[in-house]
């Protein structure tokens, strides 16, 4: 995976067990890998943790479309849940369909193998 000099990723995103899969050309894949410490009260992945690596997913995107040097900050995002994920591992698939001077929309799947768990849009702002 090929990165900028210096990036790393954020505290936020180690705690909750990111793993960055690949970053470049407006788009981005991360995983996460459900923990104990991620389980809802009916031990599922917590809707909290898939929204947070969906956000973490798309502020990579906007990064890779804008360049990292430029900032950019969540202004809103919608996700739907489709399907619980009881073990295993999830991946977000990020991807920039709007890239203007001042905002970005991101739209982002989350999938567990071939079955898509939640669907997400969200829109940016370069700061």
Do not use: W
Not at 32 to 47: C, D, F, M, S, W
Not at 98 to 114: F, I, M, N, P
């Amino acid at each position: 995976m090929d990165l900028p000099e210096g990036f790393h990723t954020s505290t936020f995103s180690q705690t909750l067990g990111c793993r960055i899969i690949k970053v470049g050309d407006g788009t981005a894949r991360v995983a996460l890998a459900l923990q104990p410490h991620l389980h809802n009260r009916a031990g599922q992945l917590h809707g909290g943790a898939i929204f947070s690596m969906v956000d973490i997913a798309m502020g990579l995107a906007c990064s890779s479309s804008h360049g990292f040097e430029q900032r950019s900050v969540t202004l809103e995002c919608k996700i739907n849940y489709l399907r619980g994920v009881a073990d295993g591992e999830v991946e977000c698939q990020a991807r920039v369909i709007h890239a203007g001077r001042r905002t970005l929309v991101v739209e982002a799947d989350v999938l567990q193998g071939d079955k898509l768990v939640a669907k997400a849009q969200g829109t940016f702002a370069c700061v």
